[in-house]
């Protein structure tokens, strides 16, 4: 894919169709976004059709496309209805509809791109009770269209976890492809001594051990969890705490943090838009979350060469394996996680093995490179129709 057979680049127009888009980013849209423009730089002029009322594209090779609402209680059927309409009258000029998570706006493009003949793929983005398929079925309308969607497109999963989800809803094997998400272009300088204690230097934190959290404070990311761990980790060795986010649980743990034993020792810093500075200065990362679809902190640290102490989420027991380049506890057990978390700031020299290991394993699995590459491949097999998914 992608030539003539006069030797010149094809062009494939890709509809990437997407809830929300920066300036609004989480990972969904982080990934979105990287994915559009690196695909544009193969293809040709990609087209992203979102909901984002105030949505801006920095790549001139990324049309944008606004329809329906960003906000509003009816938002997700009105969404539906724009984009089945545009994808429907429209959807010939695309070669391929690319879809992430499966809001009302995914949805009518993918009907809309099937009653066309184009092909379909939707990246699932969250799993479990509160995940993509479970909002949809959870909808009137979602319970009614869910059996037209699951065979109307390809569906790609970050990790191999969520596959046995789908099965589970009707999905046939065949239209389940997993491709991880993708790590940021460039990769991460490996960490040394001196790159620490520069990076602490700058964010103004102390010159030790540092033990980091990042990502959303809510109850299924695990501070709870982490909160506990601490209460055993600061009596038992010299680290600082980071925590790196902001969310409904953020004022239950800046509450925390000023009567947490050694209270000095933490610091909760909100969220930032860059975390590799964090990244940089850490020794340690904690994921001690209920679920994740993938975990996009997870691949970032590993790349950046740090210990991961997990629980067995996301892409932990796939490409992060206990003992090799990381350490898996048992989920919502803090003396497990806080002995581990102990073990590698006592003997620093096993978390700079763990976090070798980590970052060669993760830079193989998650570069943006190879991963374009398997969306590339995924769309010829759907525009050749090799991966349609077998009727119900």
């Given at each position: ?58 790549a001139p090779a ?74 949809v079925r959870r ?236 969306y590339l491949e ?15």
């Amino acid at each position: 894919m992608g030539t003539s057979n006069a030797g010149e680049r094809r062009t494939v127009s890709v509809a990437f169709v997407i809830d929300k888009y920066p300036p609004f980013i989480g990972g969904s849209e982080y990934q979105a976004r990287l994915l559009a423009r690196l695909i544009a730089t193969r293809l040709g002029p990609s087209h992203v059709f979102t909901a984002q009322s105030d949505a801006c594209s920095d790549a001139p090779a990324l049309i944008l496309h606004r329809l329906g609402a960003s906000r509003g209680r009816p938002r997700h059927p009105l969404n539906f209805a724009a984009a089945f309409a545009e994808l429907l009258t429209r959807g010939g000029r695309y070669a391929i509809v690319h879809g992430y998570a499966l809001s009302g706006l995914t949805c009518g493009a993918v009907l809309g791109a099937a009653l066309r003949g184009r092909p379909a793929l939707v990246k699932i983005c969250a799993a479990g009770p509160e995940g993509d398929v479970a909002k949809v079925r959870r909808h009137a309308l979602g319970r009614w269209l869910w059996p037209m969607i699951r065979r109307s497109c390809a569906f790609v999963v970050p990790s191999p976890g969520v596959v046995s989800e789908l099965l589970t809803h009707g999905v046939p094997p065949r239209a389940i492809t997993v491709i991880p998400n993708a790590l940021r272009l460039g990769a991460p300088e490996p960490p040394t001594p001196a790159s620490k204690a520069s990076a602490r230097a700058a964010l103004e934190l102390p010159d030790r051990a540092t033990v980091l959290f990042v990502g959303r404070l809510s109850p299924e990311k695990g501070p709870d969890l982490l909160m506990r761990a601490w209460e055993l980790i600061a009596p038992a060795c010299d680290a600082t705490l980071v925590v790196v986010g902001a969310g409904p649980d953020g004022s239950r743990l800046a509450h925390w943090a000023r009567r947490s034993v050694a209270a000095d020792r933490i610091h909760v810093v909100g969220a930032r838009p860059d975390v590799d500075p964090f990244y940089r200065a850490a020794d340690v990362l904690v994921v001690p979350s209920q679920t994740e679809t993938f975990s996009n902190v997870m691949a970032e640290a590993m790349a950046h060469g740090l210990a991961v102490v997990t629980t067995p989420v996301g892409l932990a027991g796939h490409w992060l394996h206990d003992g090799r380049n990381g350490v898996v506890v048992r989920a919502d057990d803090e003396r497990e996680m806080a002995a581990a978390v102990v073990r590698l700031v006592r003997h620093p020299a096993a978390g700079e093995g763990l976090g070798r290991a980590a970052r060669e394993d993760a830079l193989a699995a998650f570069s943006a490179s190879a991963i374009v590459e398997r969306y590339l491949e995924l769309y010829g097999r759907l525009m050749a129709g090799a991966s349609r998914p077998e009727a119900a």
